[in-house]
């Protein structure tokens, strides 16, 4: 009688052992009574290491963290077994060829004596490491974009499909004078920089026309020229051109307004030397 229940219970257990190895998961076991942690092939091979070293004492689990981790690692584990919630990490592991990877590491208390102490403690990581060096690249892509727009000289935006202004570069601040708080969303500049309903309505037609055409040709925003009011109520010639920053930042457009006010000036002094030399001209052949 007793032989099939046995069968089923090596085939139940050979069933589990197999799932767990395909998981892709590093599975551990942690026997708080002997202090003896039970891992998965799985969790060997992520860490390079051997079938010895499927059952070993917690101390050289815990050796394989990083120094600077295992404070924070033995913090939450602590947490855990107080039964403040399961234990959720995200840390590095030292491999056993010396390779430092970044693991999500997830576990729980699943068994605890009378009085509450815990006996065994079960869990897994996945290695992250991948995902961690991508997180880190757009970090510093972000980085050095950031580093471009803040020293242009050209006023530059950036905003979003929900109309909010994200960012102002000091050149933009310092030639009309306004800032986030001043102008947190497109509906807060468009009155300000164009006050004259008529000219706002124009321009937002033109604006939303460019912008219109440059997605279904898939071409280039095609410059417009717009004069805008300063927040000291000075008025500015600028060329104003966007553009749809893709992949690392989806969903946001950069706006570049190019202050012409200067040379729009000395191309209207040199139109009136001209008309004044002309008349000149004009003057001594009659004379």
């Given at each position: 009688?007793?032989?099939?229940?046995?069968?089923?219970?090596?085939?139940?257990e050979?069933?589990?052992?197999?799932?767990?190895?395909?998981?892709?998961?590093?599975?551990?076991?942690?026997?708080?009574?002997?202090?003896?942690?039970?891992?998965?092939?799985?969790?060997?091979?992520?860490?390079?290491f051997?079938?010895?070293?499927?059952?070993?004492?917690?101390?050289?689990?815990?050796?394989?963290?990083?120094?600077?981790?295992?404070?924070?690692?033995?913090?939450?584990?602590?947490?855990?077994?107080?039964?403040?919630?399961?234990?959720?990490?995200?840390h590095?592991?030292?491999?056993?060829?010396?390779?430092?990877?970044?693991?999500?590491?997830?576990?729980?208390?699943?068994?605890?004596?009378a009085?509450?102490w815990?006996?065994?403690?079960?869990?897994?990581?996945?290695?992250?490491?991948?995902?961690?060096?991508?997180?880190?690249?757009l970090?510093?892509?972000?980085?050095?974009?950031?580093?471009?727009?803040?020293?242009?000289?050209?006023?530059?935006?950036?905003?979003?499909?929900?109309?909010?202004?994200?960012?102002?570069?000091?050149?933009?601040?310092?030639?009309?004078?306004?800032?986030?708080?001043?102008?947190?969303?497109?509906?807060?500049?468009?009155?300000?920089?164009?006050?004259?309903?008529?000219?706002?309505?124009?321009?937002?037609?033109?604006?939303?026309?460019?912008?219109?055409?440059?997605?279904?040709?898939?071409?280039?925003?095609?410059?417009?020229?717009?004069?805008?009011?300063?927040?000291?109520?000075?008025?500015?010639?600028?060329?104003?051109?966007?553009?749809?920053?893709?992949?690392?930042?989806?969903?946001?457009?950069?706006?570049?307004?190019?202050?012409?006010?200067?040379?729009?000036?000395?191309?209207?002094?040199?139109?009136?030397?001209?008309?004044?030399l002309s008349?000149?001209?004009?003057?001594?052949?009659?004379?």
């Open positions: 009688e007793r032989k099939p229940v046995e069968n089923t219970l090596r085939e139940s050979a069933r589990l052992r197999n799932v767990l190895e395909v998981t892709g998961e590093g599975i551990w076991d942690w026997d708080l009574a002997t202090n003896v942690v039970r891992h998965n092939k799985r969790w060997c091979k992520l860490l390079g051997g079938e010895k070293f499927l059952e070993h004492p917690m101390a050289e689990f815990a050796a394989c963290l990083y120094d600077d981790d295992r404070a924070a690692v033995k913090a939450r584990v602590e947490a855990c077994l107080k039964g403040n919630g399961p234990y959720r990490s995200e590095r592991m030292r491999r056993s060829d010396g390779q430092i990877i970044w693991v999500q590491d997830r576990g729980d208390v699943v068994e605890r004596d009085r509450g815990a006996l065994r403690m079960v869990g897994s990581f996945t290695d992250i490491t991948a995902q961690r060096q991508a997180a880190q690249v970090v510093e892509s972000e980085a050095r974009f950031r580093s471009i727009i803040e020293a242009s000289p050209v006023p530059l935006a950036l905003n979003d499909d929900d109309q909010n202004i994200t960012y102002l570069n000091p050149a933009f601040v310092a030639t009309f004078g306004y800032t986030r708080d001043d102008i947190p969303t497109l509906a807060d500049w468009w009155p300000r920089a164009y006050p004259d309903a008529a000219y706002r309505q124009w321009a937002a037609t033109e604006w939303a026309t460019r912008l219109e055409r440059a997605r279904q040709q898939g071409s280039a925003f095609e410059p417009v020229e717009l004069d805008i009011h300063g927040k000291d109520g000075l008025l500015h010639s600028v060329l104003v051109s966007a553009a749809t920053l893709g992949q690392t930042f989806v969903g946001t457009h950069l706006v570049m307004l190019y202050d012409i006010t200067a040379r729009k000036q000395a191309e209207q002094a040199l139109r009136e030397k001209e008309h004044l008349e000149s001209q004009r003057i001594g052949r009659i004379g």
